[in-house]
């Protein structure tokens, strides 16, 4: 019988209360029981400690400190934290010996699959090295410091010139999450490349020689259906949210569940409640599920709009979320930048219209036949929630294919999926090896023939 493939995974974006990235590592590590597979997690934590989750799951928490800036409910492993044998992390990965090492993050933790592709860690014999990528630093990048050319032709030149080449595969939850690999190492979005330097940052990194489109993989994120559900709708939980939060019994209730930061585009939800109060025939309130950052700055938006009119709920455990998206009139999503989004999928399953905006991940299940698609403005915002608020039967048929796209985005089926990529790619690793660990054929590579869109 074969043995067992391990995999460990290392990840900053992961802590009790984060959002969709955890909830993806721990439906992994539930998978990993379920398949009987080992998976094993390094996460930064407050102490250093152990985590054992079922028979096949581990999670292992490193000493680290809080986030300087962003969000500082997080924590983050440095490389320090890994580049000396006498390191916490580099013990882990000894006593673990995986057959593949996943890293689900591009800037302080990267570096290690470099250090392994160049040989630094011999005792490993060598695993096969993913990068998870979850978000475009393009997009991190737009967020939180700014929009401008050389910003995006800097996040471009470090995905190419040093992400990529780093790791043998790249393993992204939604196609547009990938198309910023592509974009990073393709002729038509990079006029006039440095081959000479493109080169020279390939061979460092003893970069695979392996066609670029046979490293890049897509495998998208899932809901859980059996806590997300219609039979969640309830008249008398209904009318606890109205009581609850002092509104009117036909108050129309939207939802946004997510971190308030940056990068989620918060200031739609602001503008579009501004638009919203002009409407004199109908009373709107934004509910809004999570923390994060800008929650601050939104408190104090709220306090200016008055009228009690965006209210902060908080972080929720899932069963009472659940009740929440289902008793909800509408759920708001404002980012147009999206990674995937698993939260609209929720939304979703929970029988409660969507409105997203119509770019991103979220493209990746939302269409104008189960979402309400609209251009992320305020005015455009609005008319779709009048819309889905004034038509019922178009309402109505936009639910029920929602509902059926949930289904096919079980975590159970995404799982599933990404253990048999895990499997395709390793056995690809183990037949093609020389072409992924031969030190002296990339040394003499021209990596410039590889590049997409030639």
């Known amino acids: 019988m074969t043995k067992p493939l391990k995999s460990v995974h290392l990840t900053n974006y992961y802590h009790k209360n984060s959002g969709g990235i955890s909830t993806a590592y721990n439906k992994l590590l539930e ?26 799951g581990r999670i292992y928490y490193v000493p680290a400190l809080q986030s300087p800036v962003f969000d500082k409910r997080y924590r983050i492993l440095l490389p320090w934290q890994y580049m000396s044998e006498d390191t916490i992390i580099r013990s882990i990965l000894a006593a673990e010996m995986p057959d593949i090492i996943e890293i689900g993050e591009k800037y302080a933790l990267s570096l290690l699959a470099g250090m392994i592709h160049k040989g630094h860690l011999k005792a490993l014999n060598r695993p096969m090295l993913v990068h998870f990528t979850c978000e475009r630093m393009d997009d991190n990048i737009n967020a939180f410091i700014g929009d401008s050319k050389a910003l995006k032709w800097f996040a471009r030149r470090v995905t190419g010139n040093y992400i990529f080449p780093m790791f043998d595969f790249h393993l992204a939850n939604s196609h547009y ?8 190492v393709g002729y038509a979005d990079n006029p006039q490349p440095s081959n000479a330097f493109f080169n020279f940052c390939w061979r460092y990194f003893r970069a695979a020689t392996v066609p670029i489109k046979e490293r890049v993989f897509v495998n998208q994120c899932g809901v859980d259906i059996q806590s997300f559900s219609i039979e969640r709708r309830s008249d008398e939980f209904r009318r606890q949210i109205t009581k609850n939060h002092d509104l009117p019994e036909n108050a129309a209730l939207l939802l946004y569940a997510g971190r308030i930061s940056p990068e989620k585009n918060i200031q739609l939800l ?26 601050d700055w939104l408190k104090k938006q709220s306090e200016l709009l008055g009228g009690n009119k965006i209210i902060f709920l908080g972080h929720f455990d899932k069963e009472t979320l659940a009740n929440y998206y289902a008793n909800s009139d509408v759920f708001v999503h404002p980012n147009p930048r999206e990674p995937f989004g698993i939260a609209p999928l929720e939304a979703m399953a929970s029988g409660t219209p969507v409105l997203v905006p119509n770019s991103g991940g979220l493209l990746s299940y939302a269409t104008d036949e189960n979402a309400w698609l609209a251009e992320p403005t305020a005015e455009n915002f609005a008319a779709g929630i009048r819309d889905i608020l004034t038509n019922a039967e178009r309402r109505d048929k936009k639910i029920s294919q929602a509902y059926e796209t949930s289904r096919n985005f079980s975590w159970e089926h995404s799982t599933d999926q990404l253990f048999a990529t895990y499997d395709k790619l390793h056995e690809d690793f183990k037949q093609r090896n020389k072409f992924f660990s031969d030190e002296a054929a990339s040394r003499d590579f021209n990596f410039a023939e590889l590049l997409s869109y030639k």
């Open 31 to 56: 998978a990993a029981n379920r398949r009987e597979r080992f998976v094993r997690l390094i996460v930064p934590g407050e102490k250093q400690e152990i985590e054992e989750v079922g028979e096949f």
């Open 270 to 295: 602001v503008d579009l409640m501004k638009v919203l109060a002009k409407d004199t025939d109908k009373n709107y309130y934004l509910l809004v599920a999570g923390a994060g950052p800008k929650a």
């Open 177 to 184: 999450t990938a198309q910023e690999l592509f974009d990073a």
